[in-house]
């Protein structure tokens, strides 16, 4: 255990270094990572190996960033397939960490990590908590989580790993369980009266409407750090009314730990360029220009146990290739459109982003919250849940003509009041998504 210590401190204390790298070094740390995880995956992972024979290729034939495109990319059904023999057989079992994804696309993926696997990617997230001024050995840490889950090895339940990070570790860190009822999610909340909140962008700002409504006087956290949901500008508007905080958004996955995040200057999300690799790119499998739209494929940079190699996130983004005025280094992310099964696909084939439809049901008066489900390519259905003094036959005629506006005619427009928009099984609320 004390071992485990004294990397997790190495780990932490070379990327705390690295965040100040030029961009240059970054590019050349990044490549040399890749080579390092591709030989390993090549000699190790049968799956790979396998992937990259039937290619043509070898790892030295990765010989700078245009080859990299030359590698087939990996799926989440191809890593749950069992008879892709995906687990590296250099490492002890025994020893690794197993969790499951949250399952918000439809079927939890199961994951494998080393120790140090695991360290880095905990350390991702925690970099950029206190580069954006969270400090560990005072600031009481709430993370507000979908729900208990049961770890596979007695070895990593949440005690040994508290037990493992010693004092590196915050001890007034608390959970709030998203499956609590609200009372008791309120209640433990005044309790521990945070200094820094982690959690969805939609259950923290459920607890600041509650706080609101309440008029609960004292929970002002200094920092808000929003995860595993798109942030729109109202739900950090809304969230920053109420707790008078400032929000910094990250944008992260089990899969690959933290790929970009927010400083303090909020003019896109620095990109963790030591951790992982980033494309993006669009139906043709080529590389996306600055600024347009690209699905994002990822390769984890520090996954010894389990490689994800170019893996498909699932996710729509916009890459800048531009650094920030912070003096950090790294290339921007501009923002993530969504999951690419948030995209609503219209009869004449045309694509609209997610955002368009969440900022024009948002501007229909007497909307308070909503859900946009397409059921069919012809059909939306919106839930509703109205705010009070509203007539719901406006509500729905409204609604109808402003999405019509956006999206055309041709889709036909479904609405229905509801007493509460309820997320997925993994406690994440998506605003819009798509069933066909």
Known sequence: MFESLIKRQKIQKTLQKNIWAKTSELEELQLQKFRVI???AYQNVPYYHRLFRSAGLKPEDIKSYKDISKIPITTRKDLRDPKNDVIANNIKLKNCIKCKTSGSTGVPLELTFTVEDGLYAWASYERVRRVNGY???HDKFLILKSAKQKSNNEKFTVKYIKKLHGKLSNQNTSLIYLTEPINNQIELLKTINPDVIWGYPSAIKVLAKEVKERSIEKISPRLVFTASEVLTEECRNYITSVFNSEIYDVYGAWETGCMAWECSKHSGYHINMDTVLLEF?????ESVCEGERGKVIATNLNAFGMPRIRYEVGDIAIPLKEECSCGMGGYLMKSVEGREDDFIKLPNNQIVSPRIVTVTIKNVPGVSEFQAIQEKKDTILVNIV?????????????????LHKVLGNEINIESQIVDDIIGDKSGKLRAVFSRI
Request: proline share 4%; net charge negative; no cysteine.
């Open 38 to 40: 591709l030989n390993h």
């Open 135 to 137: 400090n560990p050995s």
């Open 281 to 285: 790119i669009d139906e043709s499998g």
């Open 386 to 402: 109205k705010e009070q003094d509203f007539d719901e036959s406006t509500i729905h005629k409204e609604l109808a003509r402003a």
